[in-house]
Protein backbone atom coordinates (compact mmCIF):
# COMPACT_ATOMS: atom_id res chain seq x y z
CA UNK A 1 0.00 0.00 0.00
CA UNK A 2 1.06 3.63 0.88
CA UNK A 3 3.28 2.83 3.87
CA UNK A 4 5.44 5.11 5.06
CA UNK A 5 4.36 7.93 2.77
CA UNK A 6 0.63 7.70 5.33
CA UNK A 7 3.10 9.64 8.00
CA UNK A 8 2.29 13.01 5.63
CA UNK A 9 -1.71 12.29 5.79
CA UNK A 10 -4.54 12.92 8.68
CA UNK A 11 -7.25 11.41 9.51
CA UNK A 12 -10.26 13.03 7.41
CA UNK A 13 -8.15 13.42 4.13
CA UNK A 14 -9.44 11.32 0.86
CA UNK A 15 -8.19 7.80 -0.33
CA UNK A 16 -9.07 7.69 -3.58
CA UNK A 17 -9.16 4.23 -5.46
CA UNK A 18 -8.12 3.46 -8.81
CA UNK A 19 -9.90 0.14 -9.95
CA UNK A 20 -8.54 -2.06 -12.68
CA UNK A 21 -11.13 -3.63 -15.19
CA UNK A 22 -13.93 -1.96 -16.49
CA UNK A 23 -14.40 1.40 -14.90
CA UNK A 24 -10.85 3.13 -15.82
CA UNK A 25 -11.33 6.48 -13.56
CA UNK A 26 -10.82 7.57 -9.84
CA UNK A 27 -13.81 5.40 -9.48
CA UNK A 28 -14.25 4.58 -5.40
CA UNK A 29 -13.39 7.39 -2.41
CA UNK A 30 -13.30 6.54 1.16
CA UNK A 31 -11.92 8.87 4.71
CA UNK A 32 -8.66 8.00 6.34
CA UNK A 33 -10.26 7.04 9.87
CA UNK A 34 -7.26 5.95 11.54
CA UNK A 35 -3.66 4.80 11.18
CA UNK A 36 -1.99 1.69 12.47
CA UNK A 37 1.19 -0.04 12.81
CA UNK A 38 2.28 -3.07 10.94
CA UNK A 39 4.88 -6.21 11.86
CA UNK A 40 7.33 -4.31 9.63
CA UNK A 41 9.63 -1.69 11.51
CA UNK A 42 8.28 1.89 10.95
CA UNK A 43 5.73 1.06 8.20
CA UNK A 44 2.27 2.56 8.87
CA UNK A 45 -0.88 1.31 6.99
CA UNK A 46 -4.59 2.95 7.16
CA UNK A 47 -7.94 2.17 8.35
CA UNK A 48 -10.84 4.17 5.47
CA UNK A 49 -14.63 4.40 6.12
CA UNK A 50 -16.73 5.21 3.29
CA UNK A 51 -19.97 4.11 1.56
CA UNK A 52 -19.66 1.14 -0.61
CA UNK A 53 -23.23 0.66 -2.24
CA UNK A 54 -26.88 1.16 -0.96
CA UNK A 55 -26.62 0.27 3.09
CA UNK A 56 -23.63 -1.49 2.81
CA UNK A 57 -20.26 0.24 4.73
CA UNK A 58 -16.94 -0.21 5.21
CA UNK A 59 -16.20 0.92 8.29
CA UNK A 60 -12.57 0.99 9.94
CA UNK A 61 -11.32 -1.50 7.12
CA UNK A 62 -7.76 -1.99 6.20
CA UNK A 63 -7.31 0.31 2.68
CA UNK A 64 -5.13 -2.44 1.35
CA UNK A 65 -7.77 -4.82 1.28
CA UNK A 66 -9.82 -2.54 -0.74
CA UNK A 67 -9.31 -3.21 -4.56
CA UNK A 68 -6.22 -4.72 -3.55
CA UNK A 69 -3.08 -4.46 -5.88
CA UNK A 70 -4.72 -0.99 -7.51
CA UNK A 71 -3.73 2.31 -7.75
CA UNK A 72 -4.68 4.69 -4.77
CA UNK A 73 -3.94 8.05 -3.86
CA UNK A 74 -5.02 10.49 -1.38
CA UNK A 75 -6.42 13.83 -1.58
CA UNK A 76 -4.77 16.00 1.52
CA UNK A 77 -7.62 18.51 3.03
CA UNK A 78 -6.56 21.55 3.94
CA UNK A 79 -8.68 24.58 6.10
CA UNK A 80 -11.66 23.92 8.23
CA UNK A 81 -15.09 24.48 6.67
CA UNK A 82 -18.63 25.33 8.27
Do not use: C
Not at 34 to 45: A, G, H, I, L, P
Request: no cysteine; net charge positive; aromatic share 14%.
Amino acid sequence: MIGLLLLAYEVGDILKFYPSGSYNNWRHSTILSEFYETSQTNVVEALVTGRTAAGSYNNNQKAETIYPGDAKRVKKLKGYYN
